[in-house]
């Protein structure tokens, strides 16, 4: 099994900067693909960004293109978002998702992960 932890949340001013990380851990590797999602107090979950191991990919939502940055780490199996011109829109809970899927075609959709963390909370104030 793969654990997922993230770090790295908190409140910053509207127009301010966080940086995310996750971390997997325990038995087996991520091969396909590590990302984030978000939600927010009575919104359903929503797609923000992923990167496909092989080839380096990125896929971003519409709604944080130009201020998010999924990198990979230098410890193995390491993601960092880098988040920049924050919005108060962007307060949610973040949460971190994995998969080693071979079929991994719906990037955007949270079916396509097996493996999740527990989440940390952004917030974002005006």
């Known amino acids: 099994q793969v654990q997922l932890v993230e770090s790295g949340g908190g409140l910053v001013q509207a127009g301010g900067s966080l940086r995310l990380a996750c971390a997997a851990s325990?038995?087996?590797?991520?091969?396909?693909?590590m990302g984030w999602f978000r939600q927010s107090p009575g919104k359903e979950r929503e797609f923000v960004t992923t990167?496909?191991?092989?080839?380096?990919?990125?896929y971003y939502a519409d709604s944080v293109k130009g201020r998010f940055t999924i990198s990979k780490g230098n410890a193995k199996n390491t993601v960092y978002l880098q988040m920049n011109s924050l919005k108060p829109e962007d307060t949610a809970v973040y949460y971190c998702?994995?998969?080693?899927?071979?079929?991994?075609?719906?990037?955007?959709?949270?079916?396509?992960?097996?493996?999740w963390g527990q989440g940390t909370q952004v917030t974002v104030s005006s």
């Open positions: 998702a994995a998969t080693n899927s071979y079929d991994f075609t719906d990037y955007d959709v949270g079916a396509s992960y097996n493996y």
């Open positions: 325990g038995r087996g590797t991520i091969t396909t693909a």
């Open positions: 990167m496909r191991w092989r080839g380096g990919n990125t």
